[in-house]
């Protein structure tokens, strides 16, 4: 599929079209955490993998379940990859994607300006606990990227839009850089479901949290992991699958609830975007410093517009730079408490609009040194923007609030 010709919302409807048991307009939830062969003979093909979860042939809930498999057929249909499963959280599915493709003594290459729970990830755990390294580099830097590629290098690993510093990602020439050095191209499209299709720019896998945009309503924890059958194959090969022998898969009353949440996820987004772009333009014209991708003055604007599916605008996520934590934490207590603009809370893709200041709270993992590399400065409020409400009523509060902050 081609970038241009492929629609995310069509695809995603396409693979929704699915009955209940009883005729009813949902899916069933499967909660069996085992299956029942007709024959005992049956039980050992089950095992060696001759039969399995794509013939309808179900093992162990731990396995794949078929309500969970569906939700990750339709995350999969969305992403444009052949298939997908679902984990119980995002960094259960950044984990066992690069404990697969990654063995003891194998390199990553990961994007400086990524979520402070991956660079955690990447940065401190899997060099310690499995021999694991990564290096670093500025996502936007291609020419560092290369050369940071070792004979060890398995993955290239990039947000599509960076937390929380929104640098948009390359995602074709990225997937140039590994794929000519033998690595895989895993892409984190939290920020960006519906909005950016990065197997059509050459993602090999596309890990999502499910606990932000796609869920919605910040009252679940999710992720899933989409890319080839053979992959999603090798997550759950009984003898050294990461997602069946780690175990964080998602539970399938859980997967009854994202799947839900599907069929208004585009106008969700779309929404969060109109409104986002509302906000940022009027910052933009009052001076102050916002970053926002869907600004024509933002460094990657371009390329943003050239990755972008139509129609849903540039995403819910921008970032104002107060300049000082002072500054920043006396803007979010009045918008919060004063303004009722939102809620001071981590998270994002919520109804509500979300702030933070990323340099103590989501990226705090990261050195102060690597914040000053990553470009999270003390002041930098990062927003996800929400529908509820009037959007006029929003700028006033946004507007009165910055007056009182001196925001210059
Ligand atoms: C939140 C987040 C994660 C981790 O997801 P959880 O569901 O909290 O485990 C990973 N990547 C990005 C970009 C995120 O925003």
């Given at each position: 599929?081609?970038?241009?010709?492929?629609?995310?919302?069509?695809?995603l409807?396409?693979?929704?079209?699915?009955?209940?048991?009883?005729g009813?307009?949902?899916?069933?939830?499967?909660?069996?955490?085992?299956?029942?062969?007709?024959?005992?003979?049956?039980?050992?093909?089950?095992?060696?993998?001759?039969?399995?979860a794509?013939?309808?042939?179900?093992?162990?809930?731990?396995?794949?379940?078929?309500?969970?498999?569906?939700?990750?057929?339709?995350?999969?249909?969305?992403?444009?990859?052949?298939?997908?499963?679902?984990?119980?959280?995002g960094?259960?599915?950044?984990?066992?994607?690069i404990?697969?493709?990654?063995?003891?003594?194998?390199?990553?290459?990961?994007?400086?300006a990524?979520?402070?729970?991956?660079?955690?990830?990447?940065?401190?755990?899997?060099?310690?606990?499995?021999?694991?390294?990564?290096?670093?580099?500025?996502?936007?830097?291609?020419?560092?990227?290369?050369?940071?590629?070792?004979?060890?290098?398995r993955?290239?690993f990039?947000?599509?839009?960076?937390?929380?510093?929104?640098?948009?990602?390359?995602?074709?020439?990225?997937?140039?850089?590994?794929?000519?050095?033998?690595?895989?191209?895993?892409?984190?499209?939290?920020?960006?479901?519906?909005?950016?299709?990065?197997?059509?720019?050459?993602?090999?896998?596309?890990?999502?949290?499910?606990?932000?945009?796609?869920?919605?309503?910040?009252?679940?924890?999710?992720?899933?992991?989409?890319?080839?059958r053979?992959?999603?194959?090798?997550?759950?090969?009984?003898?050294?699958?990461?997602?069946?022998?780690?175990?964080p898969?998602?539970?399938?009353?859980?997967?009854?609830?994202?799947?839900?949440?599907?069929?208004?996820?585009?106008?969700?987004?779309?929404?969060?975007?109109?409104?986002?772009?509302?906000?940022?333009?009027?910052?933009?014209?009052?001076?102050?410093?916002?970053?926002?991708?869907?600004?024509?003055?933002?460094?990657?604007?371009?390329?943003?517009?050239?990755?972008?599916?139509?129609?849903?605008?540039?995403?819910?996520?921008?970032?104002?730079?107060?300049?000082?934590?002072e500054?920043?934490?006396?803007?979010?207590?009045?918008?919060?408490?004063?303004?009722?603009?939102?809620?001071m809370?981590?998270?994002?893709?919520?109804?509500?609009?979300?702030?933070?200041?990323?340099?103590s709270?989501?990226?705090?993992?990261?050195?102060?040194?690597e914040?000053?590399k990553?470009?999270?400065?003390?002041g930098?409020?990062?927003?996800?923007?929400?529908?509820?409400?009037?959007?006029?009523?929003?700028?006033?509060?946004?507007?009165?609030?910055?007056?009182?902050v001196?925001?210059?």
């Amino acid at each position: 599929m081609k970038h241009g010709t492929f629609d995310p919302v069509r695809a995603l409807a396409a693979s929704k079209h699915t009955f209940g048991e009883h005729g009813g307009v949902n899916m069933d939830i499967e909660a069996s955490t085992t299956f029942t062969v007709m024959a005992a003979a049956r039980m050992p093909d089950l095992f060696a993998g001759r039969l399995d979860a794509d013939q309808g042939c179900f093992l162990y809930g731990r396995h794949f379940n078929p309500t969970v498999y569906t939700l990750g057929h339709e995350l999969a249909a969305l992403e444009n990859t052949e298939t997908g499963y679902c984990t119980a959280s995002g960094i259960a599915a950044i984990a066992t994607a690069i404990l697969q493709l990654c063995d003891h003594g194998d390199h990553v290459v990961a994007s400086r300006a990524i979520y402070g729970g991956t660079h955690a990830l990447l940065g401190e755990f899997l060099p310690k606990k499995a021999g694991i390294q990564t290096t670093f580099v500025r996502g936007t830097d291609h020419n560092a990227i290369a050369a940071a590629f070792t004979d060890r290098t398995r993955v290239l690993f990039v947000e599509t839009l960076s937390n929380p510093t929104l640098e948009v990602a390359d995602l074709q020439a990225l997937a140039k850089i590994a794929h000519g050095r033998g690595a895989v191209l895993v892409v984190d499209n939290t920020f960006c479901p519906v909005l950016v299709t990065p197997s059509l720019f050459g993602a090999d896998v596309v890990v999502h949290s499910l606990t932000k945009f796609v869920n919605g309503a910040s009252d679940l924890i999710g992720g899933a992991v989409l890319g080839s059958r053979d992959f999603v194959r090798r997550l759950m090969d009984l003898h050294t699958g990461a997602l069946m022998l780690l175990g964080p898969t998602m539970d399938p009353r859980l997967a009854f609830e994202v799947s839900m949440r599907l069929p208004h996820l585009a106008l969700r987004v779309a929404e969060h975007s109109r409104r986002a772009l509302l906000l940022a333009t009027r910052l933009e014209e009052l001076g102050v410093a916002v970053t926002y991708p869907g600004l024509a003055r933002h460094p990657q604007h371009d390329l943003m517009r050239r990755q972008l599916n139509p129609g849903q605008g540039f995403g819910g996520l921008m970032t104002i730079d107060l300049g000082s934590r002072e500054r920043a934490y006396r803007l979010m207590d009045l918008l919060q408490n004063q303004h009722r603009f939102g809620f001071m809370a981590v998270s994002l893709g919520y109804a509500e609009t979300l702030m933070s200041a990323s340099a103590s709270s989501t990226s705090s993992e990261l050195s102060d040194d690597e914040l000053r590399k990553a470009g999270i400065g003390p002041g930098l409020v990062r927003m996800s923007i929400g529908f509820t409400g009037s959007v006029e009523d929003r700028w006033q509060a946004l507007h009165a609030a910055l007056n009182e902050v001196g925001w210059k």
